[in-house]
T-cell receptor, first 111, second 113 residues
Framework: GQNIDQPTEMTATEGAIVQINCTYQ??????LFWYQQHAGEAPTFLSY??LDGLEEKGRFSSFLSRSKGYSYLLLKELQMKDSASYLC????????????WGLGTSLAVNP | ETGVTQTPRHLVMGMTNKKSLKCEQHLGHNAMYWYKQSAKKPLELMFV???????ENNSVPSRFSPECPNSSHLFLHLHTLQPEDSALYLC????????????FGPGTRLTVL
């Protein structure tokens, strides 16, 4: 079957660094996505990885290891506004190219 | 207007009602999507439209009927829904179906009594 696993909840302190992990088992792979969703708002795109390695974008970085079926989202210099749900999604290969979504990780940033 | 807009933002309906959700994107995209987001469940893709043509229907019950009159507008017609259909319904768009980034609307919070 197809499965995306990520922790349900995490807590971190303002100014700190937090790593949100995502492991996946899917039929084919054509990229992994991270989205941020604040409560009551639309998900917004954060990153896309299709090759192994680290992609850095400001305070946020995303890492992918295809052989391990593993990714993480790294958030540095945490701010209160980073409190949100972080969704991991994997795109199938082939004509389908459907996104398989994880349940999301609810991150609470405390002062 | 920018991005993806959805109306209404909140909707309460009875099981015998008929209602419609509306989505509009101002991004010049060619692909549009309906998703269902329920508590403690992952985002579920319902329908995909590419250049106004439906390209995907993920075994969605017929009580949900999508309509895409043009590339900028997407509707979800609802009739005889069940309480378990209560959820957040999200619309999204992308430049094309194969694009990496999808842009989401704020969603319609639907409650079926």
């Amino acid at each position: 079957g197809q499965n995306i696993d990520q922790p349900t909840e995490m807590t971190a302190t303002e100014g700190a660094i937090v790593q949100i992990n995502c492991t996946y088992q899917t039929s084919g792979f054509n990229g992994l996505f991270w989205y941020q969703q604040h409560a009551g708002e639309a998900p917004t795109f954060l990153s896309y990885n299709v090759l192994d390695g680290l992609e850095e974008k400001g305070r946020f970085s995303s890492f992918l290891s295809r052989s391990k079926g593993y990714s993480y989202l790294l958030l540095k210099e945490l701010q209160m506004k980073d409190s949100a749900s972080y969704l991991c999604a994997v795109r199938n290969a082939g004509n389908n190219r459907k996104l398989i979504w994880g349940l999301g990780t609810s991150l609470a940033v405390n002062p | 207007e920018t991005g993806v807009t959805q109306t209404p933002r909140h909707l309460v309906m009875g099981m015998t009602n008929k209602k419609s959700l509306k989505c509009e994107q101002h991004l010049g995209h060619n692909a549009m999507y309906w998703y269902k987001q329920s508590a403690k469940k992952p985002l579920e893709l319902m329908f995909v439209y590419n250049f106004k043509e439906q390209t995907e229907n993920n075994s969605v019950p017929s009580r949900f009927s999508p309509e895409c009159p043009n590339s900028s507008h997407l509707f979800l017609h609802l009739h005889t829904l069940q309480p378990e259909d209560s959820a957040l319904y999200l619309c999204a768009s992308s430049q094309e179906v194969r694009s990496n980034e999808q842009f989401f609307g704020p969603g319609t919070r639907l409650t079926v009594l």
